[in-house]
């Protein structure tokens, strides 16, 4: 069973930052965009941002200039950048690589942002 590797949660101030990880297996071809999607209580999940194999991104309107996406295509992974954290941010944080045929997630890393 393929599973996306996924680090970096945590609980953190309002105001302050962190850093989510997500390690894609090499075995995982034909990757056509890797992302962030986000879980808070009650809610459905939406999209955070992805960035496609062309390095085209694209940023929910909430966290467009607070948080930056990294990817490195030679390892399969992909970092999330998150600065000026707001408690609207606390959520349970997954990966997502969509390739041509599946999208695989990461099991989930939970994000908690106290004001």
């Known amino acids: 069973q393929v599973q996306l590797v996924e680090s970096g949660g945590g609980l953190v101030r309002a105001g302050g930052s962190l850093r989510l990880s997500c390690a894609a297996p090499?075995?995982?071809?034909?990757?056509?965009?890797m992302g962030w999607y986000r879980q808070a209580p009650g809610k459905q999940r939406e999209l955070v941002v992805t960035i496609t194999s062309g390095g085209s991104t694209s940023y929910r309107d909430s966290v467009e200039g607070r948080f930056t996406i990294y990817r490195n295509k030679a390892k399969n992974t992909v970092d999330l950048q998150m600065n000026s954290l707001k408690p609207e941010d606390t959520a349970v944080y997954y990966c997502n690589v969509h390739t041509t045929w599946w999208d695989y997630w990461g099991q989930g890393t939970q994000v908690t942002v106290s004001s």
């Open positions: 090499e075995s995982i071809s034909s990757i056509n965009a």
